[in-house]
């Protein structure tokens, strides 16, 4: 785990003029700011288990320019929710800096980690000129004076979301985070520690058990813990991954408080694969967006938390 600063990002334009996202090649290109909060027609009802945000995101240095990437009302929400101004949000598998720029919006800290070197720089580039816009903020946002954001930190890593060797224990506030999902797209081609390479289900699971238990040791007590997840099919069956990870986290010792159903827009990818061929299964359009606690009173939780899965395997060996 190394800290990657806005100097390292300059450099890196020194020789490069984009980075490549799976098949996306992004460039840098200088980005203009023209507003720092949500439209209304961008954010929806967040006070039920079903989100649906039709329109992407694109304030501040937010892009919607590669496939998997994290739609900023997610991030948003959950932030304004669970933390206070001067809090610090982690998110450990952290893409193009979605969530961190949400967190310095809000006046929140943010430390972003990605084992892409790719993803930092495509993080650094967009904080960069959020930075640069912001030297001329002079409105509040959200009820947050534009000195709180300015002075809100947001500290960028290249590391391994399974080794958050930089960060103490019960050092954050809430981790947010939208890791890459199993068998879809490959972000890295084989980058050791990336879980968009794995090839394997259950590798991909032991991989989250070790991501899970180390934002359990970073998270504070009586904090949230936030991951956005995907389903898909092989061999045209469903493959429930987000019920195999809800498990696997349960099991890691969290409890869970909100389960949220993100309903999934502008998949045209999705349906010209499958319009070209006779398909007899049901496209998958949603995503799970889990919200756990780290809390020590796991036994009052039983029906939400690893306990009840140790009572089903029990009840399997009778």
């Known amino acids: 785990m190394k800290k990657v600063t806005f100097d390292d990002y300059l450099k890196f334009l020194n020789s490069h003029d984009k980075v490549k996202f799976g098949e996306n090649a992004i460039h840098l290109d200088p980005i203009k700011v023209d507003r720092l909060k949500p439209e209304e027609d961008e954010l929806t009802n967040i006070s039920t288990t079903v989100w649906s945000f ?6 501040a240095t937010h892009k919607g320019d590669y496939r998997g990437n994290f739609a900023p009302q997610i991030p948003r929400a959950v932030i304004l ?17 979605t969530t961190c720029i949400e967190a310095k919006l809000l006046g929140r800290n943010c430390i972003s980690v990605d ?21 001329e903020c002079k409105d509040s946002l959200e ?20 080794k958050l060797t930089e960060l103490r224990d019960e050092s954050v506030e809430l981790v947010v985070t939208h890791p890459p999902y199993f068998n879809i797209i490959d972000y890295t081609s084989g980058n050791e520690g990336d879980l968009s390479s794995y090839t394997s289900l259950e590798d991909y699971l032991l991989a989250l058990k ?25 061999k045209k069956h469903y ?7 809800l498990i696997t986290l349960l099991q890691v010792g969290f409890v869970l408080r909100e389960e949220v159903i993100k309903i999934q827009h502008n998949m045209k990818t999705t349906r010209e694969v499958w319009s070209k061929g006779k398909r007899d299964f049901l496209l998958i359009y949603h995503e799970k ?3 756990f606690d780290k ?16 009572a089903l395997y029990q009840m399997e060996k009778q």
């Open 54 to 59: 039709p329109k992407r995101g694109s304030w």
């Open 81 to 97: 929710k669970y933390t206070d101004v001067g809090d610090t949000v982690l998110d450990s598998m952290a893409g193009s800096g």
């Open 115 to 135: 084992v892409n070197i790719n993803a930092v720089m495509l993080t650094l580039h967009r904080l960069y000129w959020l930075e640069k816009y912001l030297e």
């Open 143 to 162: 009820g947050v004076s534009c000195e709180d954001i300015r002075k809100a930190k947001v500290d960028v890593y290249i590391g391994d979301a399974r």
């Open 210 to 234: 070790e991501i899970g238990k180390e934002v359990y040791r970073v998270l504070k007590r009586e904090k949230q813990f936030a991951i956005l997840l995907g389903d898909t099919r092989i």
């Open 239 to 245: 493959v429930p991954i987000t019920s195999y990870a």
């Open 289 to 291: 967006l889990y919200i």
């Open 295 to 310: 809390t020590e009173e796991v036994r009052k939780y039983k029906y939400s938390s690893g306990e009840m899965v140790r």
